[in-house]
């Protein structure tokens, strides 16, 4: 950074441009251009973001030299404006706006209409010739000045200029007379002195100054931070401050303001979409105070204005060469152009766009891939409610989570439990959640609450879990005593059904029907585009056949984690797993693995033809023995019934030597225990068994001309020697059942990378892994010594409030930690193995910025679940595109 | 390695000397350096490790060029004796032995008199004039040949031998006469045939062959690999292979054999220590057949040979500057030495010489510190059975874990959990230990097990545990059924009284007075040499003053780690620390929190007391706070209980508050769950609390002038925001106590390093972290993804057993995984805060092989248990010595 004194803290609008937005944020580069395309904008200056820098540096201290430059601005702007701040012939009125590189709410709004007092009022009115204008435009100042510039709140404002209507007898602003717009603003006055305990400042440019270092402190509100850090947005980028002449688009018929888009960005059609209102200013637009017309209303009121506007639109698209979102206000019927920037919309209008921009010849295809954020796809892709199911919501609330669900309302996280372990759909209704109702969020379809924002608890968990959410419905009184919240006039008692849309954030009554995600022909042509682009190969986590064939049809190219315990899980199989367990001797043992046997070899027979021609990863068992068992404090409890009952000794006996299986086998951190390959040495049986099912079951589909690919991945690696024991079991095997069935299969050993040592001697285990496949879940629990089970609704949501955690490294890796586990992985595995077939697993693998870290890190895919596989495309375009450094 | 036909793999003893040890092993290095000493050795020739290698390498095949070069060797060991392998005239014999760099049993024992068949055993009697002697060789050697180069169950031959003294009618070998023996020796072919299905082989040179490649072969034992496992010998070096002439001590009167250390190998006295026995082979002494004399012996029956012997043992003690084993055989008046090689020795021998040395002017300083054994000097830190005591042992099995113990036999783990939660003195007598019995070894004072070895079970969990053991006591009579053992005449009930020596092996019926460890001079003057050498500074782990004072006692520099919640597990406070946690309040918890503040005021003075002028590190609360609350499955069962019998219900009532707190801070895993610095971030006002108790105690402690210096340790930390986040809690309070005080203390804040994120983010933690200590414990158990708890009973000792692991990384560093994360915390803190205190805490601190680490690593200091603090001060001069590289 240049010393204070050389520094150029302003630039006037005609000497910034587009390519300066880090500087003068998004608004002042906006207009900068503008007006160097020759366009009508107020004339004005902006002062950079590295001002607002040195503020926050200098210990909230304006800058040396600032005020000096903002004096020479100024003088520049009166002289191309003919106007003069404080003049009380020709007043210069300006407004105030920050302007952040990315746009931010939770920063300073607008303050108009400042350089108004008692002097310039009189040149206002003799200027306009309308006293009640310049009346009003000193009110509204002095009122949004109080407000914004000072913090008072607001609604001392509102109830004067309430009173005043009500001792006029009148009901709208514009009805009040000049004296009673006087009084008014005197009272005004006397709300700010009281509040403040000063006067209000007369001297214009007392008022710019103070109101420069509001937007400056405005930048570290708790609203502001909270937005960026769920935006991700860096706290050091500082925001840009924005002086420029007013234009009044009150000054009576002929005069009216908007904001427009230069396509619709719901749908994304090819249509100017917008709002107009005339006679009035721009923040009664945003303050919906006033029923808006569409903006093709502007063709009839002023055809050349509109046919101006239009041209702009057309300029200001192709110029940018994407969707515009534009501001104008009409002054006595001379159009200026306020602001401009990039739109934004909606996942399907994204869609659309992105690829009628190539179709246009506007955009290339890269540059489609890139406009398109993976997370809209995302929302394609969830069920939401049938737009023509004419229901009517009896509340709203912030969206938070997308996707719509219908359940039973319940308003307890243990009976959400309860319910949900029945199989009962539940929608958990709260006021608010908290760490301990998680386990209830988790068996809950979807979760309501009346409180709270984007950021919030509730909010937070759910979009972890992927659960529909909607928080902050202020208009949901929950009761909770009576167990019921009403809405709008409808009950909703314990046990009722509601349907919640967390993508809208509407709230029904009963089942309403939903429909599920249908991509639409431009969402297949852009991920075709994707699939161009990208270098990482995008693989799906499928346990069952049908998981396996909804991946493909999304566009996996390989399965790249079959947990094969799931199969275990299931009801007819559980008995013959658990007698498994049970065994006292390893003959026992293989006796009943060899009734499992067959069963397994179906499930992957199955999944090996879903996948045929693609390469199928399939984990030896991972969890530990005692998942497969009874609870344990459940046997506590019913032993202990059943032994102070003396009810049922023969149950008695038979649950006590169940206890006491699990009593040996159960862990004081399972996580940690025997599990993975820990399992395949200690009770080798087991996953010869899995590994001649696997090899049976492709040898049986190789035989019907079927080509199976399996890969057999161990789980929990983490010293070399114990890859070199389980494959000396395993391979033998699998060349056996080759030989028996006379067919050679084309198949794999690799192992998991889960445990950071795995990550620090990959050198070592690359000579016998064909294949690493990150298990970042895992690997994220032990490189933080996170439980998820525990850390997630204990204190990691209490992480995120606090700024402690940037995100939860569950959704997104942990670039300093985990990331840098996985380098040191990818690089000394490749070394020692340059064909290594690297990918990743958990659930990170659908994320799009753990996909970026993945291709920059050089991995050949990422495995996801199967509705995000399109997500994972475009992520990993975007990664390519991006020029993410591979070390490939 | 030079090509197959230019190595040269064979040295003849005068070729040789002691600085070729890697490539002609001990004993070929000893016997060669002898040779050039101009000492009485009988010649022959060693085949190098480089050879074995080579065996290996091409799969067992003897490398090219071998077997040339043994027949141009053999040619020169006949010209030197002017005998010949197979003359019937005159007929060399020769000894075959195997000989690693390092001495390690398992490996293929000595073959005598080869060279002997019916033709040279004429010449032998011819040459001798001793029928019986020359027939009695060829007895032996056909039974040492068909025992140890072919492997025949060893007890045929012994059979046979005693059957053929029962048809004498004689109870000893030379009570037969030459024609029993004759008819023996054909038994003995016969035997030979049956077992292998080949004739004896008449041939020398075939013999010498087939000998030579058993040796090879002994390499790869089961038990050879086994030893070098425990004693972490590299599997790869190979042994080497000596042929030497036969010398025989067995040639009647005049001749004899011996073994003899140049000072005592137990005390470590200044006198020739051994055994000779006349007219007897070496076997002989060895096999303990024949009473020895003590060496002092010898002196009466042939005074010019004693004195010839002791002038060559001081030669040899001088020359190589260390205690030498000895072994020597006279025949018929001529003095041969057959090995010299440094003598095995006890600590406190090991002590006493190293020190004489050195007042002898032998070694320097530093040599002597090298030469002992870190673990030995932990021996004579143990208590032992009081050699006064008088007490017979009533059995004596493998000394497995060092210590003396007296208790309760119990034949089962749960029993001694039992017996042991009662506060019971237990000793688990099993006939062998499994990972189910873990618990039972935990909960008793020592273990005894009638079979296995040092590498056992049982002996395994015992070192690690600290616990004395016994192992393979085959005498003792295990009874399981009658609760019982017998041994040697006595038997012992289930719980009756006896005590184990875990140093000697010896078992002892009822109570033996065991002795304190008392060290002695020498051991004091040793260890103030070591702390000369040494760089690391050595701390000490303590939670109590008492234990401080005995740290300082045995020398530590500060105190590393101060547990504070083992304060909170003691019983009156306790059900204060029970309240706080259950306190539904903030209010209520502080309010429980001000009861246990002048509580831990009095701890900290006591431990800032008893180490003023050192430092302290008093680590912050570290449990989940569920540790301190009743067990989960009890309150089931009791609340079960309560329920059903309808008893009690305001206990139920209460236990059922208890319950739902319980279930709400239970975890998954709690090792990876809510505790640490996550604590102090969700209750700051417990660690508040902890950190005005602490100021507060130096405060009044610098009042009385005492230099109080506590050092402030948040564990867990990951995230350097978490460390930020949690001073920014701390340092006020400690800034406040000082001012209320009115005095200054000079403090730190600092971290542990104990999960991996922190070791690869060091240089951001140590920005805000003045001390790191590693908390290696922790940090193998997220490394790896083991639960100490659950991994070491259940699979670890299945990993060393299959050398899976090389040994328990929870007892000796793990380099390639947890070191190099160590490696990256030092380099990359240091790199951030040039005079970061670093230092280890985990109990690896009291570990040699990890001190060693550490010391290369470059950390300040090592802090390990009181009692470790000697054996740490002088591993830590070791490491100092043997030049590792530090980075500091």
Redesign the interface.
């Known amino acids: 950074m240049a010393t204070a004194t050389e520094t150029k803290w302003i630039y006037l609008f005609s000497e910034g441009s587009k390519d300066l937005r880090d500087l003068l944020g998004g608004k002042g580069a906006g207009v900068a251009e503008m007006t160097r395309a020759g366009m009508p904008v107020p004339p004005g200056f902006t002062i950079t973001t590295e001002a607002c820098r040195a503020y926050y540096a200098g210990g909230r201290q304006v800058p040396e030299g600032l005020w000096e430059q903002a004096e020479s601005a100024l003088a520049q702007v009166e002289e191309q404006t003919g106007k003069r701040l404080g003049d009380p012939q020709n007043p210069l009125l300006v407004s105030v706006r920050s302007g952040a590189k990315f746009s931010m709410p939770g920063m300073m709004d607008t303050v108009l209409n400042l350089g108004l007092n008692a002097q310039t009022l009189e040149g206002l009115q003799a200027l306009t010739g309308d006293q009640r204008f310049a009346l009003d435009a000193y009110r509204r100042f002095v009122q949004m000045f109080g407000k914004i510039v000072k913090g008072i709140d607001g609604d001392l404002f509102e109830e004067a200029l309430h009173g005043a209507k009500e001792r006029a007898g009148v009901k709208t602003d514009p009805e009040l007379s000049p004296a009673q717009l006087s009084e008014l603003v005197e009272e005004f006055k006397a709300i700010y002195k009281k509040e403040t305990g000063e006067e209000f400042p007369d001297d214009p440019k007392q008022q710019l100054r103070a109101a420069i270092e509001a937007v400056f402190a405005s930048w570290n509100t708790p609203r502001a931070v909270a937005y960026r850090r769920l935006e991700k947005i860096p706290n050091d980028l500082g925001t840009a401050v924005n002086v420029q002449m007013m234009a009044f688009g009150n000054m009576g018929e002929g005069s009216g303001t908007g904001v427009a888009f230069t396509r619709n960005p719901i749908t994304g059609e090819k249509e100017l979409y917008g709002d107009f209102l005339s006679n009035a200013q721009g923040e009664d637009v945003v303050a919906g105070i006033r029923d808006t017309e569409p903006i093709a209303a502007l063709r009839q009121h002023m055809p050349e204005v509109y046919r101006q506007f239009e041209d702009y639109a057309k300029k200001l698209e192709e110029h940018y060469r994407d969707v515009q979102d534009l501001e104008f206000t009409i002054e006595r019927g001379k159009l200026y152009m306020l602001q401009t920037r990039n739109a934004k919309r909606t996942g399907e209008a994204a869609i659309n766009i992105a690829v009628d921009l190539v179709n246009e010849g506007l955009i290339s295809k890269e540059e489609s891939v890139a406009r398109v954020e993976p997370r809209q796809l995302e929302q394609l892709l969830h069920p939401r409610v049938d737009p023509n199911a004419q229901a009517d919501p009896i509340g709203k609330g912030v969206p938070a989570s997308p996707g719509a669900a219908t359940g039973q309302a319940v308003f307890d996280a243990d009976t959400a439990e309860e319910w949900g372990k029945k199989g009962r759909a539940v929608i958990l209704v709260r006021v608010e959640t908290n760490p ?1 109702d998680v386990h209830g969020m988790i068996a809950a379809r979807g979760i309501l609450t009346s409180t709270g924002g984007t950021a919030s608890h509730a909010a937070l968990v759910a979009r972890g879990m992927g659960r529909p959410c909607i928080v902050g419905a202020n208009g949901i009184l929950v009761d909770l005593k009576n167990r019921q919240f009403s809405a709008n006039g409808a009950t909703v008692k314990e046990g009722e059904e509601i349907t919640i849309d967390g993508t809208t954030g509407n709230v029904f009554q009963g089942k309403v029907p939903t429909i599920e995600p249908k991509p639409s022909g431009n969402f297949q042509t852009l991920l075709g585009w994707a699939d161009e682009v990208r270098r990482l190969e995008v693989w799906a986590n499928a346990d069952y056949p049908r998981d396996a064939l909804k991946a493909r049809e999304n566009g996996a190219q390989g399965i790249g984690l079959c947990r094969t315990e799931h199969m275990f899980m299931e009801e007819e199989r559980l008995p013959v797993v658990r007698a498994m367990i049970m065994a006292e001797t390893t003959e026992e043992r293989e006796r009943q693995l060899e009734r499992l046997l067959p069963i397994q070899r179906g499930d992957f027979e199955g999944i090996l033809e879903a996948m045929q021609g693609l390469p199928v990863v399939i984990r030896l068992i991972d969890p530990p023995l005692h998942e497969f068992l009874p609870n ?2 459940d046997l ?2 019913e032993t ?2 059943l032994r ?2 003396g009810k049922d000794p023969g149950r008695l006996a038979e649950l006590e030597k169940l206890k006491e299986r699990v009593e ?1 086998l159960r ?8 599990r993975g390959v ?1 399992l395949s ?2 009770y080798p049986e087991i996953t010869r068994m899995q590994v001649r099912a696997i090899i049976e079951a492709a040898c049986s589909l190789r035989k019907r001309g079927i080509d199976a690919r399996p890969e057999i991945m161990i789980p ?1 690696v ?2 070399l ?2 890859l070199e ?1 389980v494959k000396g079991e395993l391979e033998p095997v699998a060349k056996a059942v080759q030989e028996e069935q006379g067919v050679e299969v084309p198949y794999k050993f690799g192992t998991m990378i ?4 795995a990550a ?2 990959a050198g ?1 285990i690359a000579k016998e892994a064909e294949f690493f496949s990150f298990g970042t879940n ?1 690997l994220t ?7 998820r ?3 997630e609704g ?2 990691i949501v ?2 995120l409030e ?4 940037p995100a939860n490294p569950f959704e997104s890796i ?1 670039r ?3 990331g ?2 996985m380098g040191i992985a990818v690089q000394e595995g490749r070394a020692a193995r340059a064909d290594l077939e690297i990918g990743i697993c958990g659930e990170h693998g659908g994320d799009p910025d753990s996909i970026q870290l993945c291709h920059a890190l050089g991995l050949d895919y990422v495995s996801c679940s199967p509705y995000r596989v399109p997500v994972a495309r475009l992520a990993a375009a975007q990664a390519a595109t991006a020029g993410g450094t591979t070390t490939k």
Do not use: W
Request: proline residues 3%; charged residues 25%; aromatic residues 8%.
């Open positions: 301990n344990y404090e506590v409890a202990t019934e102070v009952t040996q862990e004081a951190n399972p996580m940690l225990g025997l820990r040495i200690l929990l983490g010293i020697a114990e024991a889960e445990v950071p040592r620090l001697v070592e895992d629990q032990t490189t933080f010594g996170f439980s089970d525990d850390a204990k204190f209490r992480y606090q700024k402690i955690l942990d300093a930690g985990v840098r586990l």
